[in-house]
């Protein structure tokens, strides 16, 4: 499966931004579909993640309440809104899948392919 994030750019704090995640090959709706961001110098992390079952969502307490993770499996697509943004959200935001379903899946070794990903920067 191939993931094209779109979206990002440059935003000042307190703006929003919606970022896009499409997806060709294998039918979309059996994929759990993760969020994750790396800002310069550091590790990956999760920011949230929807399940393929259940769809069940799951935030990271840092973006709980000002993102919402979401998909249109019709549009093979899953979106990331992000509002009330903080300069601290700068980062490279990467979109990924994995065929597990289990809840809360957080590391990134627990998904199978991954976007090329798409620059936020959040300017105080």
């Known amino acids: 499966v191939q993931l094209v994030e779109s979206g990002g750019g440059l935003v000042q704090a307190g703006g929003s931004l919606r970022l896009s995640c499409a997806a060709s090959?294998?039918?979309?709706?059996?994929?759990?579909v993760g969020w994750f961001r790396q800002a310069p110098g550091q590790e990956r992390e999760s920011v949230a993640s929807i399940s393929s079952s259940t769809g069940a969502t799951y935030y990271a307490d840092s973006v709980k309440g000002r993102f919402t993770i979401s998909r249109d499996n019709d549009k093979n697509t899953a979106y990331l809104q992000m509002n009330s943004l903080k300069p601290e959200d700068t980062a490279v935001y990467y979109c990924?899948?994995?065929?597990?379903?289990?809840?809360?899946?957080?590391?990134?070794?627990?998904?199978?392919?991954w976007g090329q990903g798409t620059q936020v920067a959040v300017s105080s």
């Open positions: 090959g294998r039918t979309f709706s059996i994929w759990t």
């Open positions: 990924a899948v994995t065929l597990g379903t289990r809840y809360g899946m957080t590391q990134p070794r627990e998904y199978a392919y």
